[in-house]
């Protein structure tokens, strides 16, 4: 990065740890860029990471449940730490200061009210007033997204194109601050070789010699384990030893272990749990598997391709980052994740067709390589010295 003028940031992220999810991912790898050239201080109430040059400020939680309380108690604790002393405030949660907002998912009144009208949007809003929750989240975002967040106070960042076209038509007050910044990747060396390979496996317990495929989230119903699941036994006619593996908290397993017993996988399916370095399942893998039902971009899909996995993802209506993947190039895209004899036929050209498994390694790892970190951090950087107190100098 080039010299400019150091900022004193806060950084708002209630879980600062790599095995929460990709918001947590993406907050984490910006803060270690930034952190090089910046005073970064992380307000978190757990936290599991430690960077050079970074404070941690443990935010207490004496009530972890209902959520909406501690979302409530943590925006109110870090309103109170930060009113003064920071050129920037970045918030990665649903709190009401903050002068860079982060958006990761689709918005709380999206979802309730989209596509309702007459008696259904009347009985959505009876919902809505009858549930304290709801009408907490609610409240959240209207400060968080409210009119006049425009000009040179607050940039409301999100990490899509298909994310911001939703912000821009679900609050159009803020459509003037939106900006797109679209996650990063670090750039490996390469492909992993057999001999990383094969050691991946072993670390992880996974059967050698065998097609592995690879899924990867801590929701596995929207990420589509269901249909994974049912691909699976598809397969099995053409690759009757092709085996799954799934990184993520295990607080679902419960229900999908019944299942993959019912479907006679249970010699075929591992679940590996939530890991704080998924590069070892990257590199065991053969292809990965993400037939999410919804995720505002899927920093999974742009990790595998940096480690040049052949990616079969559900298309552009369901997943951010297939807006700019193009079919059969550097992506295999499901038009519905639902599908899963189309999942199971395009895992079986991933991991047999050899021109275009070939194809998709090398345009995934190019398309990855476009996106790396450090110059997402340097965009980072220009809103920061936009909305700074601070002039860059």
Same mark, same amino acid.
């Given at each position: 990065?080039?010299?400019?003028?150091?900022? %004193?940031?806060?950084?708002?992220?209630?879980? =600062?740890?790599?095995?929460?999810?990709? !918001?947590?991912?993406?907050?984490?790898?910006?803060?270690?860029?930034? !952190?090089? %050239?910046?005073?970064?201080?992380?307000?978190?109430?757990?936290?599991?990471?430690?960077?050079?040059?970074?404070?941690?400020?443990?935010?207490? $939680?004496?009530?972890?449940?209902?959520?909406?309380?501690?979302?409530?108690?943590?925006?109110?604790?870090?309103?109170?730490?930060?009113?003064?002393?920071?050129?920037?405030?970045?918030?990665?949660?649903?709190?009401?200061?903050?002068?860079?907002?982060?958006?990761?998912?689709? #918005?709380?009144?999206?979802?309730?009210?989209?596509?309702?009208?007459?008696?259904?949007?009347?009985?959505?809003?009876?919902?809505?007033?009858?549930?304290?929750? &709801? &009408?907490?989240?609610?409240?959240? @975002?209207?400060?968080?997204?409210?009119?006049?967040?425009?000009?040179?106070?607050?940039?409301?960042?999100?990490?899509?194109?298909?994310? %911001?076209?939703?912000?821009?038509?679900? =609050?159009? +007050?803020?459509?003037?601050?939106?900006?797109?910044?679209?996650?990063?990747?670090?750039?490996?060396?390469?492909?992993?070789?057999?001999?990383?390979?094969?050691?991946?496996?072993?670390?992880?317990?996974? #059967?050698?010699?065998?097609?592995?495929?690879?899924?990867?989230?801590?929701?596995?119903?929207?990420?589509?384990?269901?249909?994974?699941?049912?691909?699976?036994?598809?397969?099995?006619?053409?690759? *009757?030893?092709?085996?799954?593996?799934?990184?993520?908290?295990?607080?679902?397993?419960?229900? =999908?272990?019944?299942?993959?017993?019912?479907?006679? &996988?249970?010699?075929?399916?591992?679940?590996?749990? !939530?890991?704080?370095?998924?590069?070892?399942?990257?590199? +065991?893998?053969?292809?990965?598997?993400? *037939?999410?039902? @919804?995720?505002? =971009?899927?920093?999974?899909?742009?990790? $595998?391709?940096?480690?040049?996995?052949?990616?079969?993802?559900?298309?552009?209506?369901?997943?951010?980052?297939?807006?700019?993947?193009?079919?059969?190039?550097?992506?295999?895209?499901?038009?519905? *994740?639902?599908?899963?004899?189309?999942?199971?036929?395009?895992?079986?050209?991933?991991?047999?067709?050899? *021109?275009?498994?070939?194809?998709?390694?090398?345009?995934?790892?190019?398309? $990855?390589?476009?996106?790396?970190?450090?110059?997402?951090?340097?965009?980072? @950087?220009?809103?920061?010295?936009?909305?700074?107190?601070?002039?860059?100098?």
């Amino acid at each position: 990065m080039q010299k400019a003028k150091s900022l %004193r940031i806060a950084v708002f992220n209630r879980n =600062f740890a790599p095995t929460g999810g990709g !918001a947590e991912r993406y907050s984490i790898a910006l803060v270690e860029q930034l !952190a090089e %050239r910046h005073e970064v201080h992380v307000f978190a109430q757990q936290i599991d990471h430690e960077w050079p040059g970074v404070t941690y400020h443990r935010v207490s $939680a004496p009530l972890k449940k209902p959520r909406w309380v501690n979302q409530l108690w943590y925006a109110t604790a870090t309103w109170w730490a930060t009113r003064q002393g920071f050129d920037v405030v970045h918030s990665h949660e649903n709190t009401w200061h903050g002068n860079v907002q982060t958006v990761h998912v689709l #918005p709380v009144w999206h979802n309730l009210f989209q596509g309702r009208a007459g008696f259904r949007w009347v009985l959505r809003w009876l919902k809505v007033v009858t549930s304290p929750r &709801l &009408l907490a989240y609610l409240g959240f @975002e209207l400060s968080r997204f409210r009119a006049g967040v425009g000009g040179a106070e607050r940039c409301v960042v999100v990490t899509s194109d298909s994310l %911001r076209d939703v912000m821009a038509a679900t =609050f159009p +007050a803020c459509a003037s601050a939106l900006s797109v910044l679209v996650p990063g990747v670090d750039a490996p060396e390469g492909v992993a070789s057999a001999a990383e390979r094969q050691s991946a496996r072993t670390a992880l317990g996974l #059967p050698q010699g065998v097609p592995c495929l690879l899924l990867v989230g801590n929701d596995y119903r929207k990420k589509g384990l269901n249909s994974t699941l049912d691909a699976l036994e598809l397969l099995s006619k053409n690759n *009757p030893s092709a085996v799954l593996a799934v990184v993520g908290n295990t607080t679902q397993k419960a229900p =999908f272990e019944v299942k993959v017993k019912s479907l006679g &996988l249970a010699e075929r399916v591992f679940f590996l749990g !939530a890991l704080s370095d998924v590069t070892p399942a990257y590199q +065991a893998a053969d292809v990965l598997v993400h *037939p999410t039902m @919804e995720d505002t =971009f899927a920093m999974v899909v742009l990790e $595998a391709m940096a480690q040049g996995l052949p990616v079969v993802v559900s298309g552009a209506s369901y997943c951010g980052i297939s807006t700019l993947l193009s079919n059969r190039h550097n992506a295999l895209l499901l038009s519905n *994740p639902h599908d899963a004899a189309a999942l199971a036929q395009a895992v079986d050209q991933a991991l047999n067709d050899a *021109p275009l498994r070939q194809t998709l390694i090398n345009n995934a790892r190019e398309f $990855a390589l476009s996106h790396v970190w450090p110059e997402k951090a340097r965009q980072q @950087e220009a809103i920061y010295f936009a909305v700074a107190s601070t002039p860059e100098v």
